[in-house]
């Protein structure tokens, strides 16, 4: 097996702006996905991409665990996926009963069109993606740290699917829609090396974190301050969402709480050791849109729009912090 060498970088800003360098060798103009994929691994979160076929879901999922730099699988969902694909099962060899692990034991996993997989399998991924474990006859056996989920569907298939339910959408911490790049994009495309139709540039993503530089990077994000005021903001902004009329559901408490780490992320991928409020802000759309359910007549774009119009954003103090737990 070769040997992985992560290339040094010298700060979060800069690895930010390396990450995006090195996706853009296999995947151009997806900037801002690439940003986001970056700040789900700091803050432990999984990332739902949707699209339509051919907008690169699946390439930049497999670019970006390369520039990740952990270990990859990948699992096509089908309707005849079973849960023992994904979790493993125990077989006996030479009377001795041992463990043949499913893909999900692994740093990070694409699941390539997650919704057309049937929800037996798919309660066993929740599981993963919660506990970080799974249960294989009765016993537990935890994943890898870390684990991080890059799934992707496409929106556009009616035949053999089965919806995502609520529970399981509000495990992921971005649900980030990928169109289709902007016409200067889709020309650079051309000139991308290829083999055939097949893009012949994914081994040369450098890999730039590591499990290693996974956990320093996390532990960094773990000591940004949020101040007072902008925590108050986030609350404010998800139980403004449950009162407006035409929301049947709004963001849960595990949002708020997703909501703060990829802020924090953010912050820190910006050069900050504090939450702004533009932080909050920027991530708004991607952490809290899939976890508001509507009556006819309202969005939950729209909801989130009223809600950010509505909620004042504070002015703070860098001398007025705490850290949540």
């Given amino acids: 097996m070769a040997l992985i060498v992560e290339a040094p970088y010298e700060n979060l800003i800069d690895l930010r702006e390396r990450a995006k360098r090195e996706v853009q060798k296999v995947v151009i103009g997806q900037d801002r996905a690439v940003e986001l994929l970056l700040v789900a691994a700091l803050a432990h979160g999984h990332v739902l991409l949707e699209g339509p076929p051919g907008s690169a879901k ?30 493993g099962k125990y077989t006996i060899r030479a009377g001795e009963q041992i463990l043949l ?36 006859e009765g016993k537990g ?40 790049s902007d016409a200067r994009s ?18 040369e993503v450098q890999p730039l974190l590591g499990v290693v530089g996974l956990d320093k990077a996390r532990i960094e994000l773990d000591s940004t301050d949020i101040p007072e005021a902008v925590g108050h903001y986030m609350v404010e902004l998800a139980r403004t969402t449950r009162e407006l009329d ?67 954003v504070p002015e703070i103090s860098q001398s007025l912090v705490y850290a949540p737990v």
Avoid: W
């Fill in 141 to 180: 056996h935890r994943l890898p740290d870390p684990f991080l989920v890059i799934a992707t569907q496409n929106p556009y298939e009616h035949r053999d699917v089965f919806e995502l339910p609520e529970s399981q959408l509000d495990r992921f911490l971005f649900k980030i829609s990928i169109g289709y």
């Fill in 246 to 312: 035409g929301v049947e559901l709004g963001v849960s408490s595990r949002g708020i709480i997703h909501l703060a780490s990829a802020a924090k992320a953010n912050a820190r991928l910006s050069g900050r050791e504090y939450v702004a409020p533009e932080d909050v802000r920027e991530v708004a759309p991607y952490v809290l849109h899939h976890r508001i359910i509507c009556e006819e007549g309202m969005t939950p774009e729209e909801a989130l729009r009223i809600a950010l119009e509505r909620v004042p």
């Fill in 58 to 87: 699946t390439l930049l999922g497999r670019a970006a665990a390369h520039m990740l730099g952990a270990s990859f699988k990948r699992i096509q969902f089908t309707p005849d996926t079973t849960p023992s694909e994904l979790t």
């Fill in 186 to 203: 889709e020309y650079l495309m051309l000139d991308l090396p290829h083999k055939g139709v097949a893009p012949d540039m994914l081994g």
């Fill in 101 to 136: 692990p499913g893909v999900v034991f692994t740093n990070v996993l694409l699941a390539d069109e997650i919704n057309r997989t049937p929800p037996r399998t798919q309660a066993a991924l929740l599981e993963a993606m919660q506990e970080r474990q799974v249960t294989i």
